[in-house]
């Protein structure tokens, strides 16, 4: 079967932050670029992660320097290797590779507890025993300053001892923290005494028991950047107030001085990528799991059928800005639909069907058309396709009460089977409820190829499938998550009510032959109804598809302006 053909990146237009790395080159602060694409592994990445994924990926390529991939894996409660790996293959299947820059921040343990040691040597950090409940009371407020700890003027002995043996785990969790030592009453509620070490008796899944104490993300990742050379640390606007934190630690502790700028991060329509909400999808049964095709993350999408090469369109169109604003999602469809355009073969598959019979077509004979793969690549081929007297037609091509404008199927009416013939309905079948079972259909044998050797014209032109030929296929028809376009705006409503009810129609149709037996992750286009892709749960003989995106439905468009 004709694989899809791969198109060639554009180049990548100009943005903030390439301007902020073409100043650095050019000032000679920097000879050389280093990113780093930093997740949590604790779940699945999701579209908001792939923008991020293809700037620190991106600048890294087009700049001759290095991205890193870097676990910040500091919380052994919610992390496990499992997401490790999909995080590796995500990375990959966007068209990504951090080659031999693969790091943990659980490598640099020692390393921070060192650091740490220094801070509290250099009375910039102390041991708080306040419980987690008192430390919020103490932090105060937007508008209110913060109050000190009674345990902030701990003694530097007394501090190096407490966090000794915190690291020996003589303490339960909760008894102590370390926490940085700044300003209670700073502007920035961030600033304010931070902790930078907690403990946690729990065993992760890189180090196993080795440590009791774990460091905080914030205290973390600036230091990392910083023992990996790190120039240009990106990341999304929620944490443009930590950056004086990121800032002050590097200063304090004297070390080299990764530089933080932040973006807007990835807000689109229809679509919820807080990670705690997407847990409450899978773990609550709305969707079948993080590879669901209803889901934002990479896996999900991967599984719809979009392809890397339209995210990574769908990115650079997008841009990078500085402020927050939303992405309808219409792009994001819109992009795979000309990627899948340029590249997916045109098959036939009938996924509502609809019998038809064509009583004056020889019972038994058996004929085989010619198919282009591609109506505009002759280089994907073509492929033979059977022909006889009982077909299936998609039962939206035909109208018992047809409008003016109808240009399908209907009783009376002449209409083009594709690179076939003409047929006319005859007859109207239906069942003891009044539905349409069967059409009996003529054709003229004069039309063989779809056009007729008179000069008489038909506006329709149909797909169709050998009934004898055909292969059955579960298809499922993937819609959009949410039925509104803010799923989180509705503060009287919760999320989950706003899940839309037609998310996933699953119906039973038929492909032609050559579908049978396509691998899973297949794409190609059913002709005339939209984009699938064949989907892991098929079978030899047995395939299932998915509906990776429809096409533009200009009858739709009809019927909405006469109502």
Known sequence: MTQPIETAPAPAPKNFIREIIDEDLRSGKHTTIVTRFPPEPNGYLHLGHAKSICLNFG???????????????????????????????DVRWLGFDWGEHLYYASNYFEQLYEHAVKLIKLDKAYVDSLSAEEIREHRGTLTQPGRNSPYRERGIE????????????????????????????SANVVMR?????????????????????????????????SIE???HSLCTLEFENNRELYDWVLDTLGLFHSRQYEFARLNMTYVVVSKRKLIQLVKEGYVRGWDDPRMPTLTGIRRRGYTPESIRMFIERIGLARSENVVEIEQLEACV????????????????????TIENYPEGQVEWFEFQNHPEKPE?????VPFSRTLYIERDDFKEDAHRKWFRLAPGKEVRLRYAYYVTCKEVVKDASGEITELICTYDPQTRGGWSQDGRKVKGTLHWLSAAHAVPAEVRLYDRLFSVPNPLADKDKEFLELINPNAL?????????????????????????????CDPDSRP???????????????AKIEKKDE
């Open 158 to 185: 007394e501090n190096l001892d407490l966090f000794a043996r915190m690291r020996a785990g003589e303490f339960p969790d909760g008894a102590h923290v370390l926490r940085a030592k700044i300003d209670m009453k």
């Open 229 to 231: 050379g790190v120039t």
């Open 380 to 384: 994907m081929g073509t492929r033979q």
């Open 193 to 225: 005494d931070p902790t930078l070490w907690r403990i946690r008796h729990a065993e992760h899944h890189r180090t196993g028991n080795k440590w009791c104490i774990y460091p905080m993300y914030d205290y973390t990742h600036c230091i990392s950047d």
């Open 59 to 89: 600048l890294a390529r087009d700049y001759g320097g290095s991205c890193h991939l870097r676990f910040d894996d500091t919380n052994p409660l919610k992390e496990e290797e499992e997401y490790v790996e999909s995080i590796k293959a």
């Open 337 to 356: 639909r000309e990627h899948l355009n340029d590249t997916a073969p045109r098959m036939m598959g009938v996924v509502k069907p609809l019998k038809v």
């Open 541 to 555: 003989g047995k395939p299932v598809y998915n509906r990776t995106v429809g096409l533009k439905d200009t009858w």
């Open 505 to 533: 129609e699953i119906v039973h149709g038929f492909v032609e032959p050559a579908l049978g037996q396509a691998e899973p992750g297949y794409r190609c286009q059913f002709e005339r109804i939209g984009y699938f892709c």
